[in-house]
């Protein structure tokens, strides 16, 4: 991967709200991302050449993280840049001391289920009609989550 992982900043939000666009049904509105900076989440940006490649937004409390986001722009997709967010988040996680990681991910989307599979996620549950299709239908989310051990 070429891309170098950085913290999220403010001037990075016009980026990231181009990819929301590009790969989410239902985008987050970028006073969202802002207010995740503000309130001091792990907020990270993988950024290859000067161009955000993608990002991905952690959020801890008491013991748990919960990946919040995590989205790479679809030309970058296939180069290791979602599998090395994914690693950062991780390892933050783990500094801070998480126990257990949670996510949700749509039913659908092969390619993440298998990145989050091999980095020790397991589904623990279906959250049924949870995602917004575009032609106005409604898949199911996956939950899953990883044990983290602290050495």
């Known amino acids: 991967m070429a891309a ?7 001037a990075d939000l016009p980026a990231i709200e ?16 802002a207010a995740c900076l503000r309130s001091g989440c792990y907020a990270r940006v993988a950024e290859d050449a000067g161009t955000v490649a993608g990002y991905a937004v952690l959020h801890q409390l008491r ?12 030309e970058f997709q296939g180069k290791g840049i ?3 967010l994914l690693a950062d988040l ?30 020790g996620f ?8 949870y ?10 989310a996956l939950f899953m989550e990883a044990m983290l051990t602290h050495a």
């Open 18 to 33: 181009t990819i929301e666009q590009r790969v989410f049904t239902e985008p987050w509105v970028m006073g969202s991302y």
């Open 82 to 84: 979602g599998t090395a």
């Open 122 to 129: 397991v589904q623990a549950g279906v959250i049924s009609d």
């Open 90 to 119: 991780m390892s933050e996680a783990n500094r801070e001391g998480a126990f257990r990681v949670v996510l949700q991910v749509r039913s659908s989307n092969d390619h993440a289920i298998h990145i989050y599979k091999k980095a």
């Open 131 to 140: 995602y917004a299709n575009r032609d106005g239908t409604r898949e199911d």
């Open 4 to 10: 170098a992982i950085r913290n999220m900043t403010p």
């Open 63 to 74: 013991g748990e993280a919960e990946i919040f986001t995590l989205a790479v722009a679809p």
